[in-house]
């Protein structure tokens, strides 16, 4: 399984970018896909999932302000980011799993199964 991003880079506070996520490899028809962010000393948070059947949760923190959608016939992941602020800077990562981690907490508190490498993303004026 391969998952492969883009579209990170520095952005003034109140912008916006859209990062994406190539994913293959990834064979089961139903799953769980997300975007996770890490911050320099900080532990790795969850931001958004969406599942196979378009289903979608968020953290708190970036409720109406980011937007998770997926591009099926691209196999690629998208997250729109608006009204960006200095504390959303982090590396950003996206990763699959099983359809059943996107119920209830389970991808905030333990992830999913396959990684990227991640995409960085910097607020600052």
């Known amino acids: 399984v391969q998952l492969v991003e883009s579209g990170g880079g520095l952005v003034q506070p109140g912008g916006s970018l859209r990062l994406s996520c190539v994913v293959s490899g990834y064979t089961r028809r139903t799953f769980c896909m997300g975007w996770f962010r890490q911050a320099t000393g900080k532990e790795r948070e969850g931001v958004a999932v969406i599942d196979s059947d378009g289903d979608t949760s968020y953290a708190d923190v970036v409720k109406g302000r980011f937007t998770i959608s997926r591009d099926n016939p691209r196999n690629t992941l998208y997250l729109q980011m608006n009204n960006l602020k200095p504390e959303d800077t982090a590396m950003y990562y996206c990763?699959?799993?099983?359809?059943?981690?996107?119920?209830?907490?389970?991808?905030?508190?333990?992830?999913?199964?396959?990684w990227g490498k991640g995409t960085p993303v910097t607020i600052s004026s």
């Open positions: 990763a699959v799993g099983p359809f059943e981690y996107c119920r209830g907490a389970y991808w905030w508190n333990y992830g999913l199964d396959y």
